[in-house]
């Protein structure tokens, strides 16, 4: 939501009913898989 439909924390913490601080949690978790995932598709790309 926040990148695909541009919404603001406010607002995705308004509709999941959730608080903006576990909006920001969520999200940086969400990166975080993103990032180590991206990274060992990219060791393994390097590695072969």
Do not use: C, H, P
Request: charged share 40%.
């Amino acid at each position: 939501m926040f990148y695909y439909e541009d919404y603001s924390i406010k607002e995705i913490a308004d509709i999941l009913k959730i608080s903006e601080s576990n909006v920001k949690v969520r999200l940086n978790r969400g990166r975080t898989v993103l990032r180590d995932t991206l990274k060992e598709a990219w060791d393994y790309e390097q590695s072969e």
